[in-house]
C-alpha cells in the first residue's frame, strides 16, 4: 500500500497553491495506519514514538503520511523514498536530485491537518483549532503589533475569537514561509483585514522584508478550523489556492475546490 498513485503525477502551475486537507481522527483502518507507519523514516518513527497520548500519534502519522503521498503525486517518488533536510529552525525541505521544485509546509491540529504545495517558492500554511480551551484573544495583547490589537480590540466582543484566529493563522503561515519559527517577533509585523480584499502585510523596518512580495489566502475548512495561506508572490500577480480533501493511500476525496467559490 505504500506505491505511489498510478495515476500521471499532477501538474503544479507557478501561480498556483494546492492545499491537502484530512481529517486524522477519522483514519482508522488499521492498513492505512501500518502502511502509514511503514512510510517513515527512523527519525520520524522515533519522534511518533515518544508521544504519550494516542490521539498526538495519531495526528502525528496521518500529517507526515500526507506530506509522503502528496509529494509522491507530483513526481515519480514512492512516499517512503522522500528524503528532507531540516534548517535552523526545523523546517525540512526535499533532498535529490532531478525532482520537480517543490516547496511544501505541513500544519495540523486537533481534527484537521493541511499539507500547502507550491513550486519553486517560500509556502506557508497554518490551520487552528478554534474551539480550543485557553486564553486566545488575552494573547494579542503581548504578541500582536499595535495595529493589530487596535483593530481587534475594537471589534464588539463575540467577534473578537473569530478575529484572532484571522490574525494567527496568518502569522503562522508567514513564519513558517520565512522557515525561521518563533524567531520572528510577531509584534514586528502586521496585518491588515478589509472585507472583500485579500490580506495585507506590513513590517516593522527591523523585519527588512518587502510586503509587496507576499500574497496571503485565508481558508475556512469548517465551522472550527480556519486556516491561511503563505506564499512569496508578488502582490497583484495571479494566485489560486486549490484546496482537496483526501485520506492518503485511499482515493483523493471530494473534487478541487476554490477558497470562497
Given at each position: 500500500m505504500t506505491s505511489p498513485p498510478s495515476e500521471p503525477p499532477l501538474s503544479l502551475r507557478p501561480d498556483e497553491v494546492h492545499l491537502?486537507?484530512?481529517?486524522?481522527?477519522?483514519?482508522?483502518?488499521?492498513?492505512?495506519?501500518a502502511s502509514y507507519?511503514?512510510?517513515?523514516?527512523?527519525?520520524?518513527?522515533?519522534?511518533?514514538?515518544?508521544?504519550?497520548?494516542?490521539k498526538h500519534k495519531l495526528q502525528f502519522l496521518?500529517?507526515?503520511?500526507?506530506?509522503?503521498?502528496?509529494?509522491?503525486?507530483?513526481?515519480?517518488?514512492?512516499?517512503?523514498d522522500w528524503r528532507f533536510a531540516v534548517n535552523a529552525y526545523g523546517r525540512p525541505e526535499i533532498l535529490?536530485?532531478?525532482?520537480?521544485?517543490?516547496?511544501?509546509?505541513?500544519?495540523?491540529?486537533?481534527?484537521?491537518?493541511?499539507?500547502?504545495?507550491?513550486?519553486?517558492?517560500?509556502?506557508?500554511?497554518?490551520?487552528?483549532?478554534s474551539g480550543r480551551p485557553g486564553q486566545t484573544v488575552e494573547l494579542a495583547d503581548s504578541f500582536f503589533a499595535r495595529s493589530e490589537v487596535h483593530a481587534l480590540r475594537a471589534l464588539p466582543a463575540e467577534r473578537q475569537r473569530e478575529r484572532f484566529f484571522?490574525?494567527?493563522?496568518?502569522?503562522e503561515s508567514y513564519i513558517k514561509a520565512r522557515g525561521a519559527g518563533l524567531s520572528l517577533p510577531l509584534d514586528q509585523f502586521a496585518f491588515h483585514l478589509e472585507a472583500g480584499?485579500?490580506?495585507?502585510?506590513?513590517?516593522?523596518p527591523r523585519m527588512a522584508d518587502d510586503p509587496e512580495t507576499w500574497q496571503f489566502v485565508q481558508v475556512r475548512?469548517?465551522?472550527?478550523?480556519?486556516?491561511?495561506?503563505?506564499?512569496?508572490?508578488?502582490?497583484?500577480?495571479?494566485?489560486?489556492?486549490?484546496?482537496q480533501r483526501t485520506v492518503p493511500l485511499a482515493g483523493e476525496g471530494t473534487p478541487w475546490f476554490v477558497p470562497g467559490s
Amino acid at each position: 500500500m505504500t506505491s505511489p498513485p498510478s495515476e500521471p503525477p499532477l501538474s503544479l502551475r507557478p501561480d498556483e497553491v494546492h492545499l491537502w486537507v484530512v481529517e486524522p481522527e477519522r483514519v482508522s483502518e488499521p492498513r492505512l495506519l501500518a502502511s502509514y507507519l511503514a512510510m517513515l523514516n527512523a527519525e520520524e518513527r522515533e519522534r511518533h514514538s515518544r508521544f504519550r497520548f494516542d490521539k498526538h500519534k495519531l495526528q502525528f502519522l496521518v500529517s507526515h503520511a500526507l506530506v509522503r503521498v502528496t509529494l509522491s503525486r507530483y513526481a515519480p517518488v514512492r512516499p517512503q523514498d522522500w528524503r528532507f533536510a531540516v534548517n535552523a529552525y526545523g523546517r525540512p525541505e526535499i533532498l535529490g536530485e532531478g525532482l520537480p521544485r517543490l516547496r511544501f509546509n505541513l500544519s495540523h491540529t486537533d481534527g484537521m491537518a493541511v499539507c500547502a504545495v507550491a513550486l519553486d517558492t517560500d509556502v506557508g500554511a497554518d490551520v487552528e483549532h478554534s474551539g480550543r480551551p485557553g486564553q486566545t484573544v488575552e494573547l494579542a495583547d503581548s504578541f500582536f503589533a499595535r495595529s493589530e490589537v487596535h483593530a481587534l480590540r475594537a471589534l464588539p466582543a463575540e467577534r473578537q475569537r473569530e478575529r484572532f484566529f484571522d490574525y494567527w493563522t496568518l502569522k503562522e503561515s508567514y513564519i513558517k514561509a520565512r522557515g525561521a519559527g518563533l524567531s520572528l517577533p510577531l509584534d514586528q509585523f502586521a496585518f491588515h483585514l478589509e472585507a472583500g480584499q485579500p490580506p495585507r502585510i506590513s513590517f516593522d523596518p527591523r523585519m527588512a522584508d518587502d510586503p509587496e512580495t507576499w500574497q496571503f489566502v485565508q481558508v475556512r475548512l469548517g465551522p472550527e478550523h480556519p486556516a491561511a495561506v503563505a506564499v512569496r508572490r508578488t502582490r497583484g500577480l495571479p494566485l489560486t489556492v486549490r484546496c482537496q480533501r483526501t485520506v492518503p493511500l485511499a482515493g483523493e476525496g471530494t473534487p478541487w475546490f476554490v477558497p470562497g467559490s
